[in-house]
């Protein structure tokens, strides 16, 4: 039940982000791999991003999946003749429920494509984390995505 409460006020969250952020460049989407769900990437300078992702596990069934980062991007990092390729990476947590809920460490490193005229990127992202609770395992995340912007 506590789990279905926190993906609920999540949501709240990121739709009341969304209603505020729209002329700041927030983009809303899809990511797929492990896990898979919606993501929201909102700018908060030239080169610097918050990442929210809501998800479902494959591995572990029913397990919701909540992560928050925040991105530093390299622009200069990849040189290409149309739209922009960043190299991003960044720290944040998150929490995976499912019977014994999980929350750790995010080290999130991947590359984004941003188009040049219109308002969509699309990424490709490793998730190395570290969790802390209930007990100290490593694990990793990976998946692609694509995210509309408004």
Same mark, same amino acid.
């Given at each position: 039940?506590?789990?279905? =409460?926190?993906?609920?006020?999540? $949501?709240?969250?990121?739709? +009341?982000?969304? +209603?505020?952020?729209?002329?700041?460049?927030?983009?809303?989407?899809?990511?797929?791999?492990?896990?898979?769900?919606?993501? $929201?990437?909102?700018?908060? #300078?030239?080169?610097? =991003?918050?990442?929210? +992702?809501?998800?479902?596990?494959?591995?572990?069934?029913?397990?919701?999946?909540?992560?928050?980062?925040?991105?530093?991007?390299?622009?200069?990092? /990849?040189?290409?003749?149309? #739209?922009?390729?960043?190299?991003?990476?960044?720290?944040?947590?998150?929490?995976?429920?499912?019977?014994?809920?999980?929350?750790?460490?995010?080290?999130?490193?991947?590359?984004?494509?941003? /188009?040049?005229?219109?308002? /969509?990127?699309?990424?490709?992202?490793?998730?190395?984390?570290?969790?802390?609770?209930?007990?100290?395992?490593?694990?990793?995340?990976? *998946?692609?995505?694509?995210? *509309?912007?408004?």
């Amino acid at each position: 039940m506590k789990i279905k =409460a926190l993906v609920c006020l999540s $949501l709240l969250f990121f739709l +009341a982000g969304v +209603a505020v952020a729209q002329d700041s460049g927030t983009g809303l989407g899809v990511i797929l791999g492990e896990p898979s769900g919606i993501s $929201l990437k909102s700018w908060v #300078g030239g080169k610097t =991003a918050l990442d929210f +992702a809501v998800a479902w596990s494959f591995v572990d069934k029913s397990s919701v999946y909540f992560h928050v980062d925040y991105l530093f991007h390299d622009f200069d990092f /990849f040189q290409v003749k149309r #739209g922009t390729l960043a190299l991003y990476y960044g720290i944040g947590g998150r929490i995976k429920g499912q019977r014994k809920s999980r929350a750790g460490i995010r080290v999130p490193i991947g590359i984004c494509y941003i /188009f040049e005229k219109a308002p /969509f990127d699309i990424f490709l992202e490793i998730g190395p984390l570290l969790d802390l609770t209930p007990a100290t395992e490593f694990e990793m995340t990976a *998946y692609i995505g694509a995210r *509309y912007y408004f």
